[in-house]
């Protein structure tokens, strides 16, 4: 039986919290109260102020998502005691003192930063982030890219929150963005609860029943 009835949803880089509408739909289907949080990516430290407003609003636990970048400003703010559990999808974990930039061995496709922001490469959009979306939707989803800020790409993790929650991480098997070696090593480190999915980056748009699968398992 889930106990916990909130859940708080936090995107990633380059995109906004409207691509959580199908695990929102999922999630609020089985009863749950979601909560998108739309950050402005542009530090990590303004980020998790915004994903504490939020915290701060509930009334009880929630489960604390986050996908991509997401899974950095979880990490800094999931000690909230508003907090009971992490969901990590395809998500970076930093451990004490990490940034995202510091956990990529091999950087994406971005840009040179135009006034302290990055974007992915529009025409690369879709092979590194999106391939298992149709063609017309990530060509949209490239073309309306939020642009990630350089502090919030180098912003590092003070005190993990993963050391203090329990955690889940859905581990997306054909991410060109975190490699799933990467995922693999984050997820382990974490002392996470794993479930691997076939899928590229944006799992959470292309799968989001099995995504919303696990958040549930987390609200337990």
Known sequence: MTTIKDIVLVHGAFVDGSGWRGVHEELTWHGLRVHVVQNRARSLQGDAATTRRVLDGLDGPAVLVGHSYGGAVISAIGTHPNVASLVYVAAFAPDRGESVGTLLPTPPPVLPPVEGAHLLDREKFAGWFAADLPDRLAAFMADSQVPWGVDALRGPVAEPAWRHRPSWYLLATQDRMIPPPTQRMMAERAG???V???????????QPAAVADLIRQAAV
């Open 192 to 194: 996470s609860t794993v």
């Open 196 to 206: 691997e999915v076939i899928g590229s980056h944006a799992v959470h748009i292309s």
